[in-house]
């Protein structure tokens, strides 16, 4: 059986740590390409994953801020009546003061695609359009929010659904 071996290695040539061992480029290569790869799957397991399936949604009849599966708002609120086709529920910017419990976070302003508002309702506000006085007043209201939740507490921390 050993001798087979042998020469099933002699009639391919070198075998594969001969080859590696002759070609540095081709054994940097390699260890540059799995660690590439290993990054790549950190990043998105911090980044992506479940938590990219799921997003904040702000309650306008409670003001809660409640998860669930990320899907173009509205969506249906834990308020909204069972029946009929209410859907007042859209995606909120959260914050939390020093933490992101679940019971802790508050929401600062409501998102739509690439547009945004306050969470008391007015206008929703494209977020392309940075000269906008009214994009800046939304904002500033968030902070405001943020500010008076916060205060004699920790200071205010963006938060995702986990």
């Keep these: 059986m ?12 070198m075998n594969l740590r001969e080859k590696l061992n002759s070609n540095p480029q081709l054994t940097m290569g390699i260890v540059v390409a799995v660690l590439v790869v290993a990054v790549l799957i950190m990043v ?10 799921r997003a904040y949604y702000f309650d306008p009849q409670s003001g809660e801020v409640f998860t669930a599966a990320r899907q173009e708002p509205p969506i249906r609120a834990p308020s909204d009546p069972r029946t009929g086709e209410e859907r007042s529920a859209y995606i909120a ?31 929703w506000v494209s977020l392309q359009d940075e000269d906008d006085p009214r994009l800046r007043q939304i904002r500033e209201e968030g902070r405001e929010i943020a500010r008076q939740r916060c205060e004699g507490r920790e200071r205010p921390q963006p938060c995702y659904p986990r």
Excluded: N
């Design 93 to 123: 910017e959260v914050m939390g003061c020093g933490t992101c419990d679940e019971d802790e976070v508050f929401a600062i302003y409501l998102r739509r695609g690439d547009e945004i508002r306050s969470i008391e309702g007015g206008p």
């Design 2 to 13: 050993m001798h087979r071996i042998q020469a099933m290695k002699r009639e391919c040539g």
């Design 44 to 53: 998105l397991g911090w980044f992506g994953g479940e938590e990219a399936d």
